[in-house]
């Protein structure tokens, strides 16, 4: 009966398509969620997200969930998490991400999930960091900790959405920083992020965790674009 009435006052709706979501359906309705552009990189062994970032930083293995297009499905999903509160689109992601990754061999020997973080300032505005739920339900899969103390944003940018793409890229030098960095000697990062375009955000972060010894570095995002 309480669920009922929640349903009735607070009914779920399609992150998506903004529709009824079925009792059966969660996050984004049965269409959508077959509508959606999945890559399939890690089931390929393809390695388009390492040539984003060929010559720049070496990754073990990299994967994106959904193909990035402008006034897409899944443009209207990310906006949805990062600017509207719907923290539950990175939940989504990541249990369906996560479920993937925990049956290919290459990503069994992930020791530890870290998040791309948010400045403190943009942290405090924004109430959470948008990649957080989805590199902690891709932990849980793959059952290792996820660590947010370990890589820190240094110096606050503006948002990126609407700058080209070198003006994105200049403004990702040195805007991060490390600590604790005994925490990942010896052991093999997934670095997490929403979405990879240039590849200078990654590429500023992993500069950072290699000054860890011998660590390894592979890579998921919610998207490429």
Request: hydrophobic share 40%; charged share 25%.
């Amino acid at each position: 009966m309480v669920k009922n009435l929640l349903n009735l006052f607070f009914p779920k709706v399609c992150y998506a398509c903004n529709n009824l979501l079925a009792d059966n359906e969660a996050y984004v309705c049965t269409n959508c969620r077959h509508d959606l552009p999945v890559t399939n990189y890690h089931f390929n062994d393809d390695d388009i997200v390492k040539k984003v970032l060929y010559g720049r930083v070496k990754l073990e293995n990299a994967t994106a969930l959904l193909q990035f297009h402008k006034k897409g499905m899944v443009q209207h999903l990310l906006h949805g998490l990062k600017y509207r509160g719907y923290e539950n689109i990175g939940v989504f992601l990541g249990k369906w991400l996560g479920e993937e990754l925990k049956n290919i061999e290459s990503y069994k020997h992930i020791d530890v999930v870290i998040p791309v973080p948010l400045h403190k300032k943009k942290l405090r505005k924004r109430g959470y960091n948008q990649v957080e739920k989805f590199g902690k339900e891709i932990a849980q899969a793959l059952n290792v900790p996820y660590i947010d103390k370990v890589l820190i944003k240094t110096t606050a940018t503006k948002t990126q959405v609407f700058k080209e793409r070198v003006a994105r890229w200049n403004t990702n030098n040195e805007i991060f920083s490390t600590t604790n960095l005994h925490e990942i000697a010896n052991k093999h990062v997934l670095l997490v992020d929403d979405i990879i375009t240039t590849g200078a955000t990654i590429e500023a972060c992993a500069n950072e965790l290699i000054k860890a010894n011998n660590v390894k570095i592979s890579l998921a995002t919610m998207a490429i674009a």
